[in-house]
């Protein structure tokens, strides 16, 4: 199996490094931007566009608002001011907004399935709804996890069609506003009770295994449930923790072993030394430490076929990335794929546990762009 990383090499930007990087990126003559970006209550919602904006005021951008619909017994619904309050600011920011509403839902009672991941799909249809942009940032801070991984799925595959085609150099930047404290604020209401892999990676799982499975869980806070559900959906063989360190509250791991103590060790008994590690704000990181431990796993196994491998996130959106890319690639091996499916384990809706601290929080945010395909690559 070829052990060569895509993204061995890699552009992780935040802060002033981030808002010099735009004023001398744009700067260059003809650039046009397509910014995609969710529609939600999120304080964090617009702080991407405004860092941009503030840094080169003058830049060509067009911006695709997804509105999605949670449903109407949905505890976000009681969120609607902050979505006006969004969408008024988004509107004194930008011109050229083009609306793009899908569906989170299909179907009623028992029948209600989720098909947010693969209206996704269907953000972007094909490669010339986009080919006249020289740049596309996909802002992720309000945008739930099934509908940003198929879309930046989706992205990719087009990105490296064409560019096998006619040599394509579009960069594509994933944009994420990152505070933990923010992000534990907002809780998660009630799961999914019938859990899919998400559309356009599952990895071959949805079919009959008779291979190993192995499973790396991403852990953040408060996710007991969520694990739980995702461990009977996959039934591993194998699991193989990934915990945040180094993190900026320095005993965060060990604080999240604790309250997981007794799921981990007690009831699916992993192994100490599976547990693994990946910096807090570095989805590279992530990504390079899941693919090795997944070719490490697939090379001992391939005397008896291999291994099927799944990734679920419940930490931070930063963090998923990481995830993201590793299904991507390892799905897209023209020698020896690994089947790699994600499974995240979705909510009903979002409640806020403190509103009067958001303003706080969001000003203590920081942004981060992951740059994917583009200048750096080429």
């Known amino acids: ?54 840094a080169y005021p003058d830049v060509d951008i067009t911006c695709l608002l997804i509105e999605f619909d949670e449903g109407e017994n949905s505890p976000s619904i009681a969120y609607q001011k902050y ?20 569906k989170l839902w299909e ?132 699991i193989c923790p990934l915990l945040p360190f180094p993190a900026k509250d320095p005993r965060r791991s060990d604080n999240l072993i604790g309250q997981y103590r007794q799921l981990l060790f007690d009831e699916l008994r992993i192994e100490p030394q599976n547990i693994m590690y990946a910096p807090e704000q570095n989805p590279f990181e992530v990504y390079r430490n899941l693919s090795l431990a997944i070719k490490n796993y697939y090379k001992s196994l391939a005397t008896i076929g291999g291994c099927k491998v799944v990734i679920s996130t419940f930490s931070s959106k930063l963090l998923s990335i990481g995830a993201l890319m590793v299904a991507y690639e390892l799905n897209q091996l023209t020698t020896n794929p690994v089947d790699v499916g994600v499974l995240n384990v979705d909510s009903q809706g979002y409640q806020i546990e403190n509103a009067k601290i958001l303003k706080k929080y969001k000003e203590e945010t920081e942004v981060f762009v992951t740059w994917l395909t583009g200048m750096p690559y080429n």
């Open 107 to 238: 179907g009623a009672g028992r029948k209600r399935r989720r098909i947010g991941d693969r209206e996704a799909v269907k953000i972007i249809n094909d490669y010339s709804e986009i080919e006249n942009y020289s740049d596309i940032i996909v802002d992720v801070s309000a945008l739930p996890r099934g509908i940003y991984f198929s879309l930046i799925g989706k992205l990719l595959a087009l990105y490296d069609h064409n560019s096998t085609q006619n040599g394509n150099k579009q960069n594509l930047f994933i944009l994420t506003s990152e505070n933990a404290k923010l992000d534990s604020n907002i809780r998660e209401e009630g799961i999914d009770e019938d859990i899919n892999y998400t559309h356009g990676f599952t990895g071959g799982l949805e079919a009959s295994i008779q291979n190993p499975i192995i499973w790396f869980p991403i852990l953040g806070e408060n996710k007991l449930h969520h694990i739980s559900k995702a461990y009977n959906k996959i039934n591993p063989d194998e």
């Open 83 to 102: 979505v006006d309050e969004n969408i008024d600011q988004l509107k004194e920011l930008l011109f050229k907004i083009q609306d793009k509403k899908i």
């Open 1 to 54: 199996m070829n052990n060569q990383l895509r993204w061995n090499s890699y552009v992780l930007l935040k802060g002033k490094e981030l808002s010099h990087f735009w004023k001398s990126h744009f700067e260059i003559p003809e650039k046009k931007v397509l910014y995609i970006l969710g529609k939600g209550f999120d304080v964090r919602m617009n702080l991407g566009i405004e860092g941009l904006l503030s």
